[in-house]
């Protein structure tokens, strides 16, 4: 179940407005209508940033590699010849990340419920860059989405190369920064 702001009015056009929990947006809609509500505007509610150890430890981030990993295999099987949701279906209980994981169990209930797959990996800008969006619809409108995807793929190793030689070339001046503060405090002090 998912938390949803809506905002409704009444036989008197009275606006009101909260939360409910409910399935989707279909099932919000059909409570509020019991209520004598007609809603005006509903969406899905953000999360608060609480506390929860998963957020600790990062468990439900996707990594570079496992997007790459994840792009590389959904172009292979797209370009094999496999349905889309069979494809998602296989990589979502094939993947090892409990991130993306429960992001492809969301998209493949909106790829199922007649959404394109451009417009169910746009729910989530965390893990699906725009670029990465806008090519996968541009390779579903042209039929062309295996090559998409490839390319993708690519263009994504290449940006995770670069992230990594930029990490690796900052880390020694960080740790010479380091060493010199540590090294002014302890003259300073003694």
Request: without cysteine; hydrophobic residues 45%; proline residues 2%.
């Amino acid at each position: 179940m998912a938390q949803f702001q809506y905002i409704a009015s009444s036989d008197k056009n009275k606006t009101t407005s909260g939360t409910i929990e409910a399935q989707d947006e279909a099932a919000v809609i059909a409570a509020l209508a019991k209520q004598n509500l007609r809603p005006l505007s509903v969406k899905l509610a953000k999360k608060s940033g609480g506390f929860s150890i998963s957020k600790l430890l990062g468990n439900n981030k996707v990594k570079s590699d496992d997007l790459v990993i994840f792009t590389r295999q959904l172009a292979a099987m797209v370009g094999a010849g496999v349905p889309l949701l069979r494809s998602l279906s296989s990589l979502e209980t094939h993947t090892e990340s409990a991130g993306l994981k429960n992001v492809l169990v969301n998209v493949i209930r909106d790829v199922e419920g007649g959404s394109t797959l451009g417009d169910a990996l746009d729910k989530y800008p965390q893990v699906f860059s725009d670029v990465y969006v806008n090519m996968v619809r541009a390779g579903e409108t042209a039929g062309i989405l295996d090559e998409i995807l490839k390319r993708l793929a690519l263009q994504q190793e290449k940006s995770a190369s670069i992230r990594k030689k930029v990490k690796s070339a900052m880390s020694y001046p960080i740790v010479l920064m380091v060493i010199t503060v540590i090294a002014f405090f302890g003259l300073m002090l003694f």
